[in-house]
């Protein structure tokens, strides 16, 4: 039944919308400003007047949406509200950027610019994803809002996911677990970053996140008599101190809790530190530090505080501005409570990030020069940046979540890096050249190679050699992305010095053979050896890889092609031609149906068995390799190349068998590995194929891989095996945690 529209009432909900917008952002308006915001709204209403979005609502809620979040949640002002309200104008109705800037100028223009996809073709081995993220980080260079933007847009997306299709709703998951929340968390925009986090996690793994968000409602009231215990004594004193305290326990994010339990193999019951107790007082800003650690010794007067777990990142801030003291303590109870303490002004920061910063101006330049360099850092980047986007979102990525650690030069400069750096990505945070000609280095006054880790306090003292250049194996052990564009920049160059010399070498032996040395004639070589460039052909001519051989073989495919076309028909068969085959009629891969005529395989990387949530993905010349959508490397492949995803279900009507694998941890007690392999042999149709057991001081690890029929029938396995005598946890592992 087709739903009534009332357009009316529209009407009135879209006015209602825009009153609370411009109520929202009064505050920051300056003269003329709301004319401006009123223009774009109205220019937004009438471009997207006839456009709704998958809920049924009418499509300008989402720009009056985007525009909300920039003012509310991320503080920004009249320009982003603008850009927010006309961000898909230009890429969804008539409207062009030379309108936009004519309206509003070329600030606008260009921010809106950043904010629309590229359309067009692509070819099998690009990614149009990472092709648009690198042109939004190319106008981030210019200007930040670009981003803050497009952070509130994919927001707004992510909490009205549940409209979407299926495979829609793992798409724009994963692709915001692996690029925009890192991206929130390096802006410093902590509240933006967990809920995108959250949202991820409830697409991609939606049974765990129910389960945890069930458990923690479950365990609330006694978080909070447990909260409660916690403040009663240390409030008072704090009052009583003259202190101006907000105290509360937070809870830890979904996100971060179902991470604990995955990589620590904990129920949520084990884990300790659900919550945290954080204490925001206000201070003067010239008692900031001392009113957080006259704090702190309150604290740790009535509860004893972990030496490991004290960080102070009010002395030195993280690198995305976040300023807070934190230490874990033995509260009520035996429990070990995480307590943050930070200032109002902090806590903003911590919250909203470098929009906060703008508020105080005092601390706002040393703050917006860490930013400055960040965006340096980018605009480096891009310029020696790969031609391949998705190299470079990989490298990129890398440094956005990175925890950091400060080391200091000879002179007692301290700088930040990101921790598992090496000393050769130390030489070239430096500078290109040093870490170019870098040969080894001083940590601590002792010799270590390139190749070294820094640990955080290490003084290095960095040794150089005219003769050193860059060589392929660097690559290997560098993990920042300036350090690895700058190698790969120089080794590009010096392959383009190689062609060079190749070219020659072609040229000679083409007229060896009596054949024209046109570009045509080394376009159609450099296809017949199905080489992605002439470059290449010019670089393996160079290294003898192509010779007189291969030039021969190119003249007799020149007289009589049909002979060698036939033979590359039958070869070659491209992403596109595979997906719609994957696709079939019904648009679905069915595994273990006996009519797909396609070659498919069950991804060692996560091992899935019938009743995980899964999806096909096409690779060149290698058929079709089914995933978990949980899977550690499915995010990457769902951001970077959703047009090569199938949607992919099990065929229930067969009983197959699939291997699975399932970690046991325990006490060793006599006779323990007996018992499980005896509850395995009784268990209905399951086989063993290996089973591994280590004992360590009478605590023992053991990894059994079985035959199941199911994710249903592992489940009752795991169960049972929970009940055999000595047995703590029983985990399945995906294929790469198999250690």
Request: charged share 30%.
């Amino acid at each position: 039944m087709e739903k009534i529209i009332n357009e009316e009432l529209e009407k009135k909900e879209i006015l209602n919308r825009y009153k609370k917008l411009l109520t929202t952002s009064r505050r920051r308006l300056e003269k003329g400003d709301k004319e401006l915001i009123r223009k774009a709204f109205e220019l937004a209403v009438e471009a997207h007047k006839d456009m709704r979005r998958k809920t049924g609502e009418p499509y300008i809620y989402h720009p009056i949406a985007v525009a909300q979040i920039c003012a509310e949640e991320i503080g920004l002002g009249t320009t982003s509200i603008i850009c927010g309200l006309l961000h898909d104008t230009v890429e969804d109705t008539e409207i062009t950027l030379a309108d936009i800037e004519g309206m509003f100028g070329e600030r606008v223009a260009k921010i809106i610019d950043g904010l629309t996809k590229i359309s067009g073709v692509f070819d099998q081995t690009s990614s149009l994803q990472a092709e648009n993220f690198r042109k939004m980080l190319l106008t981030l260079s210019d200007d930040i809002r670009v981003i803050l933007i497009k952070l509130a847009d994919r927001l707004h997306n992510m909490r009205t996911l549940d409209s979407m299709a299926r495979e829609k709703q793992i798409k724009i998951a994963s692709e915001t677990l692996y690029l925009y929340a890192p991206l929130a968390h390096r802006l410093g925009l902590n509240a933006i970053k967990t809920e995108l986090e959250d949202l991820g996690l409830k697409f991609t793994h939606t049974e765990a996140y129910e389960e945890i968000i069930e458990k923690l409602e479950e365990s609330e009231p006694e978080r909070k008599k447990f909260i409660q215990k916690f403040i009663e004594p240390i409030k008072d004193i704090l009052k009583e101190q003259g202190f101006k305290c907000k105290i509360y326990g937070r809870p830890k994010s979904v996100y971060s809790i179902y991470h604990k339990i995955k990589n620590k193999g904990v129920p949520f019951e084990e884990i300790y530190d659900l919550f945290a107790i954080r204490i925001i007082t206000d201070s003067l800003p010239e008692n900031e530090k001392s009113d957080c650690w006259r704090i702190y010794s309150i604290i740790t007067d009535f509860y004893h505080p972990s030496p490991e777990r004290l960080r102070d990142w009010i002395s030195t801030p993280k690198a995305n501005g976040y300023e807070s003291l934190h230490t874990t303590v033995m509260g009520p109870e035996g429990k070990w409570v995480e307590v943050q303490i930070r200032t109002d002004r902090m806590d903003e920061i911590a919250e909203k990030g470098y929009a906060a910063h703008w508020k105080y101006k005092d601390t706002a330049s040393e703050k917006e020069s860490q930013l400055e360099e960040w965006i340096s850092k980018i605009r480096e980047m891009l310029e020696s940046a790969e031609e391949n986007a998705l190299d470079f979102i990989d490298d990129f990525k890398l440094n956005l979540f990175a925890e950091e650690i400060f080391v200091f030069t000879p002179d007692g400069e301290m700088r930040t890096i990101p921790s598992g750096a090496t000393a050769l990505d130390f030489a070239f945070e430096i500078h290109t050249k040093i870490g170019e000609h870098c040969i080894g280095a001083k940590v601590n006054h002792k010799l270590v190679p390139l190749s070294y880790k820094l640990k955080g306090g290490d003084q290095v003292e960095l040794l150089t050699s005219k003769k050193q250049t860059p060589t392929e194996d660097w690559l290997g052990f560098v993990i920042t992305a300036k350090a690895k564009a700058k190698i790969k920049h120089v080794l590009k160059n010096e392959r383009k010095a190689v062609a060079d010399k190749g070219r020659e070498d072609l040229e000679k032996k083409f007229y060896k053979q009596k054949l024209e040395f046109t570009v045509q004639n080394i376009q159609e070589f450099t296809n017949f050896l199905s080489l992605k460039s002439t470059q290449e052909t010019f670089y393996r001519a160079a290294k003898d890889v192509i010779g007189i051989a291969e030039i021969k073989d190119f003249i007799k495919y020149k007289l009589q092609p049909e002979k060698y076309i036939t033979k590359k028909l039958e070869k070659q068969n491209t992403v596109e031609e595979m997906v719609t085959q994957a696709r079939g009629k019904s648009d679905m891969l069915v595994i273990g149906d006996d009519m797909q005529q396609l070659d498919y395989k069950l991804s060692p990387c996560c091992t899935p068995i019938p009743g995980d949530d899964v999806f096909g993905f096409v690779t060149v010349g290698k058929g079709i390799d089914i995933h978990r959508v949980n899977c550690p490397n499915a995010a990457k492949l769902l951001a970077n190349y959703a047009y090569r995803v199938v949607r992919t279900k099990w065929n229930s009507d067969k009983l197959l068998t699939f291997l699975a694998s399932v970690k046991i941890t325990g006490t060793d007690a006599m006779g323990i590995v007996n018992n499980i392999t005896k509850v395995i042999s009784t268990q209905h149709n399951v086989n063993m194929r290996s089973i591994s057991f280590d004992t360590d001081d009478g605590i023992f690890e053991g990894t059994i891989m079985v035959y199941v029929h199911s994710t249903e029938h592992l489940t009752q396995l795991s169960n049972n095996l929970k009940k055999v005598p000595g047995v703590i946890n029983v985990q399945r592992i995906d294929g790469e945690n198999k250690k």
